[in-house]
């Protein structure tokens, strides 16, 4: 009886872990992170993106599948044209798809699919011809005097239905063939934001600019006035927190009011395809932003995008998205990212510059150290060069991956990198912050080495608390000295060993001391070089 109550209860337990990793892909919380379940389990996306049209030609993208596989990415970027899908008019052709997920299969690489619908990058080229050539039916943006965009207008009911008809019948048709969740996330649209102009002038946009501001954002509002966009809440402060009246009356007369107005209505088309999508197959979905230069205008750079100023018009229009995700392109990647992590939007980096490739290994371990990223993925992956230093940071992130997936959350992990400005200078001063009790300086330069001999923007690093006084490190091309936040005690080096993971666990190599640590004075990572380190601290007095 006994026995039978043992295997009742062990059946029970492989039953429940079965189904649970049958599940399609989700979101979860642990503690302030959001993290992305795959197959049941967490999953950190070590990923690429592809270029424009390499995935266009299956025949095209089946050779690179082994360099990519080489680069240790696990999830790549792929893009789907609404073009090529609906060819004529309600007539699906899903065969391009078919095969990246085929081949991604083979190759042990997930998806995320980048649903190039009615706006990739502004523009509207990856309509289908019956809607690029029917602007009667198919309304366009106009710019101010005007004059015809090749932006389809989001204020046209017509535009929304023969996206939704096309974004539904991929979410249907995944939901029909990708049993093995070879799909894990869905991109809708693509940097979307209006140019060049901040809003759309067509007559149903200027009529809607007139009208009055929808009341769920009006009670969005209201209900996160506390928590809102400083920029944002100073504009509805400034018109006297108005719960009702037209846009101008509610956020004032300028441009950036035009841009909420412009976001919004961006915002709300999303969101009804993507509610629609997650109805024929509810796997996370997010959108991404082309970052706006601080010194221009809305319209000089993609006006209305989920730019961080513009999140609560966003999250309150598009509920139905889970992430609001950065694009990143230029410096200041530090400041940036921690934009885009609030406290309802986990950071994930779709596409990093592909010139500035040699920072990804400090943007990588920062975002993910730091900022509990869910995913980090340069772009045009398929042209990194041999060698790249990514390749090596991404070997190390994915032995790690689940010492970082286990403290996603707790307050047990920092990461950090030097921030670089605009003009591409490196700030040199120590990041600094306290864990278990200790104050850690980090530095990016390594010190026995001239530092214009460095790359000292591809520096960066992590450290994970994984016992009392005990840390692992990861990184490269930095250095970390230690303090009392109280300033009463000194603080040594108990140890330092080099390692490696293998399924969780330090595998220890090399006992760091004498000069590799300056006799006890620092840890250390040299310029060009990744390690992981077990570091353990004492104090003394
Ligand atoms: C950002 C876009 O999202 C990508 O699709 C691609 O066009 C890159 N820019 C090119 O740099």
Do not use: C
């Not at 240790?72 to 792929?78: A, D, K």
């Not at 067509?202 to 920029?231: E, M, R």
């Not at 504009?235 to 035009?258: H, K, L, M, N, P």
């Not at 950065?326 to 934009?339: E, G, I, L, V």
């Amino acid at each position: 009886m006994r026995q039978l109550t043992i295997l009742t209860g062990l059946i029970s337990i492989i039953s429940f872990g079965a189904a649970h990793a049958d599940e399609a892909p989700q979101l979860q919380r642990q503690g302030t992170a959001t993290q992305l379940i795959v197959d049941g389990q967490p999953f950190l996306i070590l990923g690429g993106e592809l270029g424009n049209s390499t995935a266009s030609d299956p025949d095209y993208l089946k050779p690179l599948w082994p360099n990519l596989t080489a680069m240790g990415i696990n999830t790549l970027f792929v893009p789907v044209e609404w073009d090529q899908i609906e060819p004529v008019q309600g007539q699906f052709d899903f065969h391009v798809i078919d095969a990246a997920i085929a081949q991604a299969r083979q190759n042990d690489t997930r998806l995320v699919l980048l649903w190039f619908g009615a706006w990739k990058n502004s523009m509207s080229t990856y309509a289908p011809a019956w809607v690029k050539q029917n602007s009667t039916t198919y309304a366009l943006a106009r710019d101010n005097t005007g004059v015809a965009q090749n932006i389809l207008s989001p204020f046209d009911p017509d535009n929304l239905k023969a996206d939704k008809t096309a974004f539904v019948a991929l979410m249907t048709h995944l939901k029909a063939t990708d049993s093995h969740h070879t799909v894990i996330m869905v991109q809708v649209e693509n940097e979307i934001g209006m140019l060049p102009v901040v809003r759309d002038y067509s007559p149903a946009a200027n009529a809607a600019y007139a009208g009055q501001v929808p009341t769920t954002l009006i009670a969005w509002l209201k209900a996160h006035k506390a928590k809102l966009d400083p920029k944002l809440e100073a504009q509805w402060a400034a018109a006297g927190y108005r719960s009702q009246g037209t846009w101008i009356e509610v956020f004032g007369d300028s441009d950036a009011t035009e841009e909420i107005f412009q976001a919004w209505s961006f915002a709300t088309f999303v969101e009804a395809e993507a509610k629609a999508g997650k109805a024929a197959y509810d796997l996370p979905m997010y959108v991404n932003a082309a970052l706006n230069r601080p010194d221009k205008r809305p319209g000089d750079y993609p006006s209305a995008g989920p730019l961080p100023h513009l999140f609560d018009i966003w999250k309150a229009g598009a509920p139905s998205i889970d992430i609001l995700a950065m694009d990143h392109y230029w410096a200041d990647f530090t400041d940036w990212a921690r934009r885009f992590k609030r406290y309802d939007n986990p950071l994930l980096i779709p596409e990093s510059n592909q010139a500035g490739f040699h920072q990804a290994p400090g943007n990588a371990f920062f975002a993910f150290g730091e900022l509990d990223a869910m995913s980090f993925s340069p772009f045009s992956i398929e042209n990194l060069p041999n060698g790249d230093p990514l390749i090596e940071t991404y070997a190390t992130l994915k032995s790690l991956t689940p010492l970082i997936l286990a403290h996603q959350g707790k307050g047990t992990m920092r990461g950090f990198r030097a921030p670089v400005t605009l003009d591409g200078k490196v700030d040199e001063t120590s990041q600094t912050f306290d864990l278990d009790g200790y104050r850690f300086s980090a530095n990016m330069i390594y010190p026995w080495m001239p530092k214009d001999k460095q790359d000292l923007a591809a520096h960066g690093g992590l450290i994970i608390k994984t016992g009392k006084n005990e840390f692992i490190v990861a990184g490269t091309g930095i250095t970390l000295t230690f303090k009392d936040p109280n300033g009463r005690d000194q603080i040594g080096i108990e140890q330092i060993v080099e390692g490696h993971m293998e399924e969780g666990k330090f595998i220890e190599g090399r006992w760091l001391n004498g000069d590799q640590s300056h006799q006890g004075r620092h840890l250390t990572i040299p310029d060009g070089k990744t390690s992981i380190l077990r570091l353990r601290l004492y104090t003394y007095r």
